[in-house]
Nanobody
Framework: QVQLVESGGGLVQTGGSLKLSCEAS??????MGWFRQAPGKEREFVGV????????VTAESVKGRFIISRDSAKNTVYLQMNNLKPDDTAVYYC????????????????WGQGTQVTVSS
């Protein structure tokens, strides 16, 4: 059974916007987050949202440009990406965490399949 499904990736020009979605099913979690992985680089933290209360934490590299939100009724997390740059090009993954702390890969248990985001110069 598929538990996390991302959608919304694509090709966009520098300065453009894109909105990613990720729907969770059959999972119990306290947080949902977004990570990204560019070619030749390690997977890095982008942002996370507390399911109860909706507080968020975002990486310094995307502050002011990316907004994470949720729709609890739909078990869906969103990543609104604005003013995109070529350095944002990566495969974006959503993931769930059963804890309240930590932004490393080890703090998240279940992962989606990833969706490609490509920002052209």
């Amino acid at each position: 059974q598929v538990q996390l499904v991302e959608s919304g990736g694509g090709l966009v020009q520098t300065g453009g916007s894109l909105k990613l979605s990720c729907e969770a099913s059959g999972l119990s979690f306290r947080r949902m987050g977004w990570f990204r992985q560019a070619p030749g680089k390690e997977r890095e933290f982008v942002g996370v949202i507390m399911w109860s209360g909706g507080s968020t934490v975002t990486a310094e590299s995307v502050k002011g440009r990316f907004i994470i939100s949720r729709d609890s009724a739909k078990n869906t997390v969103y990543l609104q990406m604005n003013n995109l740059k070529p350095d944002d090009t990566a495969v974006y993954y959503c993931a769930t965490s059963t804890t309240y702390y930590g932004t490393s890969r080890a703090n998240f248990g279940s992962w989606g399949q990833g969706t490609q985001v490509t920002v052209s110069s």
